[in-house]
């Protein structure tokens, strides 16, 4: 079991969950993922590592209510029943930023796609580099850990669909104007985000990086549900990646592919509102 310190709303349906996990993030790097359970019945849930305090041993999690499993997920108050990681493979910038030295830089990030993005920013900051961001969600009230963001990117940029806060418009907005002043591109963040994202680089020959993890169901490559096509070739976010060459990934079959349980998640909410309705009641 692992004892969760903290596990608060952010903003309306987004959580951040702080948990004892010393092994998880002994040698973890900005980009692997964690997968974690809450009960010993539980859905696996991978979730990317956002933050960690390798002195206190603390793991930081930021994830969104979508189904059953997240929901269940948002009810814990004590301990976890399972935390394993990291997983996958770190950001190749963050893995070697030598290799990058003198490259401009821009990461981009759609919704919570912004908990991804601030490790790797924040880690390649600490090794001199200036890295931009452009942060898009759509509206103000649905923006997070802003000022964190803030401490580590050395240019910031906003977008919302309804104008409330920054720019009004999409990431892409923002990329097309400055998009000659990057040699590659970080999107992280909703598929179809990721694809408008990659098909604007591709025009400009901008070199793409982009993160399947919202594909990613059990995180263990067993389900199947998050595998790829990169350059025609079969691979499993969670295994292979989660980081792909956006200029290779078939994005259309990536957006089929998020439907696959879309009628077996809603069995399972459903199932899991009248439980919690029982639970209420049970201690009422």
């Given at each position: ?198 098909e604007l680089t591709k025009k400009h020959n901008v070199k793409t990086i ?48 998020l439907n696959i349980y879309k009628e077996e998640e809603k069995e399972k909410w459903e199932d899991m509102k009248t439980l919690l309705q029982e ?6």
């Amino acid at each position: 079991m692992f004892k969760v310190i903290q596990n608060k709303e952010l903003v309306k349906n987004c959580y951040e969950m702080i948990v004892e996990a010393p092994m998880a993030i002994q040698k973890a790097i900005p980009g692997q993922f964690v997968i974690v359970m809450a009960k010993e019945d539980s859905e696996r849930i991978p979730l990317t590592i956002y933050d960690y305090d390798k002195e206190k041993g603390l793991l930081y999690l930021i994830y969104q209510i979508v189904g059953a499993s997240t929901e269940e997920l948002s009810k814990v108050k004590e301990e976890l029943f399972g935390v394993v990681g990291p997983l996958g493979k770190p950001n190749e910038i963050c893995k070697d930023p030598n290799e990058y030295e003198g490259k401009r830089i821009c990461y981009i990030a759609g919704g919570v796609g912004i908990a991804p993005v601030y490790p790797q920013v924040k880690y390649l900051k600490e090794q001199g580099m200036d890295i931009d961001v452009i942060y898009g969600v759509r509206s103000a009230n649905q923006l997070i850990i802003q000022k964190k963001i803030e401490e580590v990117a050395h240019q910031m940029y906003y977008t919302t669909d309804d104008g409330t806060f920054g720019t009004k418009g999409f990431v892409t907005d923002v990329l097309e104007k400055n998009i000659k002043n990057y040699d590659i591109v970080v999107a992280i963040g909703p598929v179809i985000m990721m694809k408008s994202v990659s098909e604007l680089t591709k025009k400009h020959n901008v070199k793409t990086i982009v993160s399947m993890n919202p594909i990613m169901v059990d995180g263990s490559g067993m389900c199947g549900a998050c595998r790829c096509e990169v350059e025609g070739k079969p691979k499993f976010a969670c295994i292979d990646g989660p980081e792909f060459d956006g200029h290779k990934v078939d994005f259309d079959l990536a957006l089929k592919r998020l439907n696959i349980y879309k009628e077996e998640e809603k069995e399972k909410w459903e199932d899991m509102k009248t439980l919690l309705q029982e639970e209420v009641s049970y201690e009422g």
